[in-house]
């Protein structure tokens, strides 16, 4: 049962939120504008968010409803629609709605409708369809592409959010009064919050942090992502096939790109250039592709070859390795900083809640900040802001669930039998569901 549970359960409880709070504003512009009389003087608040992800848009999303102004700087030049898929679960799906775009999410989302477990001839070991009343599957009703996601946020968001794109943070002098903020490209400029949503391998947080060789926790464990183009016979089912040596390969269709998503993964590998970071970055997509031939290719599986040969032709690969980040504190003693999403508290990819997470971390964060901020100038007033969005918000990364790499990958080929084995049971008593 602890093998299903880890996969093929988000159970709702994982990640439950102790009580949303209920201080942001309905999404409505009619209902905004009855409590414009209401929207605090804190409003005009300078706030910088640093990362163009999920997390970073987001905000400025849950700000803008609490009537504050964001800027969001973004390394890249261009929102990409591109990695994995990422699905929204428990209360995110509350928050979803909450803004306004169940809807519009939805029409972006994969269709994809169960998880089949495969072997080597792609013949059917287990399956699990989709949980369409609560998502509490291993494919959830609302999965879609975490580029599309962020692209959506960006859609949203631009009208009233000032965007730097093709631009980053070089350099941050933190005071009690502001926080001065130097770019690659752009001016200088002072701001009262600094808000860093960049990811797990934030540069933003090294820059603020002097922990970062303590809270960055790489756990070998390296996903390659990108999509090939679909076929009929791909159906509206995901493939997952294990092989020994610690590796998974995840074929998943998007019906409303017309793309086969694919996800392959690798639990402490052998291969030189996977034994460090170091080595890693400095390799080119072409020799990260070559890695995955390297890794992948006698995996034995009959879709191999048109994977691997969809990956050469492929424009939207990216691969890394997954890490756990561990922060003591979120923010800095000035109170000017703050870390959101998986920044301040990555479980690891593994998990499936990154985005669940920065959903309800920017709710949080949003919240704490309209009840708290009247003098936006107050450095007492946002130390409160941001003690409360942090005590509210650990409550739920607490509960996040990890999942133990041997279970998913298992090294040799007994225990890929033996996984295979134990689904078929759990599959054919009705528990899987």
Same mark, same amino acid.
């Given at each position: 049962?602890? *093998?299903?549970?880890?996969? =093929?359960?988000?159970?709702? #409880?994982?990640?439950?939120?102790?009580?949303?709070?209920?201080?942001?504003?309905?999404?409505?512009?009619?209902?905004?504008? #009855?409590?414009?009389?209401?929207?605090?003087?804190?409003?005009?608040?300078?706030?910088?968010?640093?990362?163009?992800?999920? /997390?970073?848009?987001?905000?400025?999303?849950?700000?803008?409803? /609490?009537?504050?102004?964001?800027?969001?700087?973004?390394?890249?030049?261009?929102?990409?629609?591109?990695?994995?898929?990422?699905?929204?679960?428990?209360?995110?799906?509350?928050?979803?709605?909450?803004?306004?775009? +169940?809807? %519009?999410?939805?029409?972006?989302?994969? !269709?994809?409708?169960?998880?089949?477990?495969?072997?080597?001839? @792609?013949?059917?070991?287990?399956?699990?369809?989709?949980?369409?009343?609560?998502?509490?599957?291993?494919?959830?009703?609302?999965?879609?592409?975490?580029?599309?996601?962020?692209?959506?946020?960006?859609?949203?968001?631009?009208?009233?959010?000032?965007?730097?794109?093709?631009?980053?943070?070089?350099?941050?002098?933190?005071?009690?009064?502001?926080?001065?903020? !130097?770019?690659?490209?752009?001016?200088?400029?002072? =701001?009262? %919050?600094?808000?860093?949503?960049?990811?797990?391998?934030?540069?933003?947080?090294?820059?603020? =942090?002097?922990?970062?060789?303590?809270?960055?926790?790489?756990?070998? =464990? +390296?996903?390659?992502?990108?999509?090939?183009?679909? &076929?009929?016979? @791909?159906? *509206?089912?995901?493939?997952?096939?294990?092989?020994?040596?610690?590796?998974?390969? +995840?074929?998943?269709?998007?019906?409303? !790109?017309?793309?086969?998503?694919?996800?392959?993964?690798?639990?402490?590998?052998?291969?030189?250039?996977?034994? #460090?970071?170091?080595?890693?970055?400095?390799?080119?997509?072409?020799?990260?592709?070559?890695?995955?031939?390297?890794?992948?290719?006698?995996?034995? +599986?009959? !879709?191999?070859?048109?994977?691997?040969?969809?990956?050469?032709?492929? @424009?939207?690969?990216?691969?890394?390795?997954?890490?756990?980040?561990?922060?003591?504190?979120?923010?800095?003693?000035?109170?000017?900083?703050?870390? %959101?999403?998986?920044?301040?508290?990555?479980?690891?990819?593994?998990?499936?809640?990154?985005?669940?997470?920065?959903?309800?971390?920017?709710?949080?964060?949003?919240?704490?900040?309209?009840?708290?901020?009247?003098?936006?100038?107050?450095?007492?007033?946002?130390?409160?802001? %941001?003690?409360?969005?942090? &005590?509210?918000?650990?409550?739920?990364?607490?509960?996040?669930? *990890?999942?133990?790499?041997?279970?998913?990958?298992?090294?040799?080929?007994?225990?890929?039998?033996?996984?295979?084995?134990?689904?078929?049971?759990?599959?054919?008593?009705?528990?899987?569901?």
């Amino acid at each position: 049962l602890r *093998t299903q549970t880890i996969l =093929f359960s988000h159970s709702s #409880s994982n990640l439950m939120l102790q009580s949303l709070p209920n201080n942001l504003p309905p999404s409505t512009e009619e209902d905004q504008r #009855s409590l414009a009389t209401t929207t605090p003087s804190g409003k005009d608040l300078r706030i910088l968010i640093a990362g163009g992800g999920i /997390a970073g848009p987001s905000l400025a999303i849950q700000l803008h409803r /609490a009537g504050f102004k964001s800027t969001v700087v973004e390394r890249a030049p261009t929102m990409k629609s591109i990695g994995q898929n990422v699905d929204i679960r428990d209360q995110a799906r509350t928050i979803i709605k909450e803004m306004g775009l +169940w809807d %519009l999410v939805q029409s972006q989302a994969t !269709q994809e409708e169960g998880t089949h477990i495969v072997d080597e001839h @792609d013949k059917i070991v287990a399956s699990q369809a989709v949980d369409r009343k609560n998502g509490n599957s291993t494919t959830s009703d609302m999965e879609i592409p975490r580029g599309e996601l962020a692209r959506l946020f960006y859609d949203v968001s631009k009208n009233h959010t000032e965007y730097i794109l093709g631009d980053y943070i070089t350099a941050i002098e933190e005071s009690a009064k502001c926080v001065k903020v !130097q770019f690659k490209n752009a001016p200088p400029r002072e =701001f009262d %919050l600094l808000v860093c949503a960049d990811g797990v391998g934030s540069k933003t947080r090294k820059l603020a =942090f002097n922990a970062e060789s303590n809270v960055y926790r790489p756990l070998d =464990f +390296w996903s390659a992502y990108f999509s090939i183009p679909f &076929q009929t016979y @791909d159906g *509206t089912w995901s493939r997952w096939f294990n092989s020994y040596k610690g590796r998974f390969l +995840w074929l998943r269709p998007d019906l409303t !790109q017309k793309r086969m998503r694919v996800c392959l993964s690798v639990s402490h590998p052998t291969h030189p250039s996977m034994r #460090s970071q170091a080595t890693f970055a400095k390799l080119t997509t072409d020799e990260r592709k070559k890695i995955c031939h390297d890794v992948f290719a006698d995996v034995g +599986w009959k !879709q191999i070859d048109r994977i691997l040969d969809g990956m050469d032709a492929t @424009d939207d690969f990216y691969m890394s390795e997954a890490a756990q980040i561990k922060m003591p504190k979120w923010s800095t003693e000035n109170g000017r900083i703050v870390l %959101l999403g998986d920044a301040a508290h990555c479980t690891t990819q593994l998990s499936g809640g990154g985005t669940t997470l920065a959903l309800i971390g920017s709710y949080n964060l949003a919240g704490s900040l309209m009840q708290h901020i009247t003098d936006p100038r107050s450095v007492d007033e946002l130390r409160m802001a %941001l003690s409360s969005y942090e &005590q509210e918000h650990r409550k739920v990364v607490d509960q996040a669930d *990890t999942l133990p790499q041997s279970l998913i990958c298992p090294q040799s080929k007994w225990g890929v039998a033996l996984m295979r084995t134990t689904l078929k049971v759990l599959d054919r008593t009705g528990v899987l569901g």
